[in-house]
Nanobody, 122 residues
């Protein structure tokens, strides 16, 4: 079964740091991009950061240099280092993969993880 598995969420005080990680299942051969989205109750899911297979990255304006996305294309993994966290960063964070090639010959346009809760509170 193809899936993305997130880890690293939790509770942190304002100004603290967290590192989120996402690993694709072994039957995923490659992806065109991997990234992170977040969602709070009553709001639409929004992009946080994304990384293309070329290495080009994209960040939401609200990141303001606080987060860094990195990935390993050979292992189909992506991580998000989040520093200087604010209470408004509290959300469920979802890993996303775009242009997913599945062994032996499948393809899906997008794949989502189940999400990991990030809570920033004192």
């Amino acid at each position: 079964q193809m899936q993305l598995e997130e880890s690293g969420g939790g509770l942190v005080q304002p100004g603290g740091s967290l590192r989120l990680s996402c690993v694709a299942s072994e039957n995923i051969v490659s992806t065109n991009s991997m990234g992170w989205y977040r969602q709070t109750p009553g709001k639409q899911r929004e992009l946080v950061a994304a990384r293309a297979r070329s290495g080009v990255t994209d960040y939401a304006d609200f990141v303001e240099g606080r987060f860094t996305i990195s990935g390993d294309d050979a292992k189909n993994t992506v991580s998000l280092q989040m520093n200087s966290l604010k209470p408004e960063d509290t959300a469920v964070y979802y890993c996303n993969a775009g242009g997913v090639r599945i062994y032996p010959s499948g393809y899906v346009g997008a794949l989502w993880g189940r999400g990991t809760q990030v809570t920033v509170s004192s």
